[in-house]
Nanobody, 121 residues
Framework: QVQLVDTGGGLVQAGGSLRLSCVVT????????MAWFRQAPEKERELVAA???????YYADFVQGRFTISKDNAKNTVYLQMNSLQPEDTAVYYC???????????????WGQGTQVTVSS
């Protein structure tokens, strides 16, 4: 059984920062590829960032150096540090886990419940 609980969303002004956390209950957490997706109203769910078991990372082009994904294997937790947030970053952010790093959501069988991020202008 793999369970993900993502937290850390909230309301922030443009230019502000938030750190999202995702606690994973699973055997061999370190073997999973972990990812953060987001979905804005009436838009497709899109990959924000991902991190492999090897700590290799992937970022969507729109991140442009503003976000950092990291993980703590001892705490079974993955983080998304988001800086210089803009109103267009407003979305529900989801943590996901899968066997390998994929850019499409179908590659991740396990999902958190989502956490709302709202950036005001």
């Amino acid at each position: 059984q793999v369970q993900l609980v993502d937290t850390g969303g909230g309301l922030v002004q443009a230019g502000g920062s938030l750190r999202l956390s995702c606690v994973v209950t699973a055997r061999a957490f370190s073997n999973y590829a972990m990812a953060w997706f987001r979905q804005a109203p009436e838009k497709e769910r899109e990959l924000v960032a991902a991190i492999m078991w090897s700590a290799s990372t992937y970022y969507a082009d729109f991140v442009q150096g503003r976000f950092t994904i990291s993980k703590d294997n001892a705490k079974n937790t993955v983080y998304l540090q988001m800086n210089s947030l803009q109103p267009e970053d407003t979305a529900v952010y989801y943590c996901a886990a899968g066997p390998t790093l994929r850019t499409d959501s179908s590659g991740y069988p396990y999902w958190g419940q989502g956490t709302q991020v709202t950036v005001s202008s």
